[in-house]
């Protein structure tokens, strides 16, 4: 809403965003970033849907209107130009160890974890492994509109307690986020949902990540700095703060790096996820996409495909839920099905393979449609139809087809946008799904590339 304000402002046009109580200090936050801090804000005191319609209108009446007013009474578009911010190359401190762990909290550029400190000697070593400028822009990101060049990449991927020749890795995680089909805006939204890196290729036997047990806990130290360098990026870079333009309501922890089990993909004759991205066979990958509920562990067994498959039906079912309707709303979803290779292995002996897979999740998934209709008074304060839904052209006219709330309506919108990633362990049918937040962080993918030092260190 601030955007479109600033917009209107500069086109004339006098502008006034109506922001909730909850969401003042993030208002202001993201109007100090984007130039403006004097822009025009009504608050709404109280969260909206918590109110009733005669508690609404009555705030609406005498506390919105009277705001909106007084803020069209001022002239609020002011430009201000950033202060502070430290040269890109600069030196920021010089301390002990202890001392540069206390200055680096008390600038919020940490994630309440210990880093290493981005010594010069330290982010040159990481520099040598691409074949970039320091200076090279990768994106603009927002909110807070700072360049992401290769250097601030360095940077914080020495905070992050990566290896140097992590870098063509992180340079291409950093490509896919300043996406704009990313939207990396959004990435401090309420939901509070995680981004999450999956890599392809040889580079993961290479570099060592780790593809079997315990692939998704903290541990390897591929899998865990480089999951923690993008949320630690998207802090200090991008400008997502917890409290303050970082709105995740309860939020998790970052998502360490998931890593496909190259090995094992070979010996069923699938096809690996880069390749499943548009990529050929010998490029390394990187996928990156919103990660918004993990499901409970899901055990899979059967002597036929259907019965293997349909508990990944029921908890993708469960793990989305109602919150599907907002998918329906903004027409994505794109859940990843982490199989371990063991499932993937008895899917492949039944004679599935992705393919499959994905279409039977996609016919099976299903939801009752008065439950997606009555959710969005919880989420939003407003009741959706889903035949309006339809009319607008968001949601496939299969959600129109009966106004019978208890009918069901499939969860899914594609059955291609399910991605399916190999990993875990080999001994267990134990399987994963992660649901992604509808438009915010669908997958966007980018090939990472190898400098000259990597072919004469690894080949």
């Not at 005191?45 to 007084?70: F, Y």
């Not at 070593?125 to 992401?148: M, Q, S, T, Y």
């Not at 087809?401 to 919108?413: G, W």
């Amino acid at each position: 809403m601030l955007r479109a304000v600033k917009i209107a402002e500069q086109s004339g046009i006098p502008g006034v965003a109506i922001v909730a109580t909850g969401f003042m200090q993030q208002a202001a936050s993201t109007a100090r970033s984007m130039g403006v801090p004097d822009i025009g804000i009504a608050e709404y005191p109280g969260v909206i849907p918590m109110d009733s319609a005669d508690v609404l209108a009555d705030k609406v009446w005498n506390k919105v209107v009277p705001a909106v007013i007084a803020a069209l009474s001022q002239n609020t578009l002011h430009s201000q130009a950033d202060a502070g911010e430290p040269a890109a190359a600069g030196t920021v401190f010089s301390g002990t160890l202890h001392e540069v762990q206390e200055y680096f909290d008390r600038h919020e550029w940490t994630d309440g974890l210990p880093i290493v400190p981005p010594t010069r000697d330290r982010v040159e070593e990481f520099l040598k492994w691409c074949d970039r400028n320091p200076e090279d822009i990768l994106g603009v990101l927002a909110p807070e509109f700072r360049e992401a060049t290769v250097w601030s990449v360095a940077v914080n991927g020495v905070m992050a307690g990566c290896l140097p020749e992590y870098m063509p890795i992180l340079l291409a995680v950093i490509e896919a986020i300043a996406d704009s089909r990313f939207r990396i805006q959004d990435a401090g939204s309420t939901p509070g949902w995680e981004p999450l890196i999956v890599v392809s290729g040889k580079i993961v036997e290479t570099l060592r990540f780790n593809t079997t047990v315990g692939n998704m806990k903290v541990g390897s130290k591929a899998n865990s700095s480089i999951g923690r360098f993008l949320r630690l990026y998207i802090r200090n870079v991008v400008g997502f703060r917890p409290g303050s333009t970082d709105k995740g309501s309860i939020g998790f922890t970052f998502n360490v790096a998931m890593a496909e089990d190259e090995g094992a993909v070979r010996s069923l004759g699938w096809d690996p996820l880069r390749v499943d991205m548009g990529f050929g066979i010998d490029d390394n990958a990187v996928m990156v996409q919103s990660v918004l509920a993990i499901s409970a562990p899901v055990y899979c067994g059967g002597t036929d495909p259907e019965t293997l498959a349909d508990p990944l039906v029921q908890y993708l079912a469960g793990t989305a839920g109602p919150y599907t309707l907002y998918a329906l709303a903004f027409s994505q979803w794109h859940p990843i099905i982490q199989l371990s290779p063991a499932i993937a292995d008895g899917f492949a002996k039944l004679g599935w393979g992705k393919a499959e897979i994905q279409q039977y999740l996609f016919e099976k998934t299903k939801i009752r449609a008065g439950l997606l209709e009555e959710y969005g008074l919880h989420g939003s304060g407003q009741r959706f139809s889903l035949a309006d839904l339809v009319k607008r052209g968001s949601a496939p006219p299969i959600y129109a087809t009966s106004n019978d709330p208890d009918r069901l309506v499939p969860m899914l919108l594609a059955a291609k946008w399910t991605n399916i990633v190999v990993a875990g362990d080999p001994g267990r049918n134990q399987a994963r799904i992660y649901i992604n937040n509808h438009e915010q962080g669908p997958p966007i993918a980018r090939r990472i590339s190898l400098p000259d030092l990597w072919h004469s260190r690894f080949s």
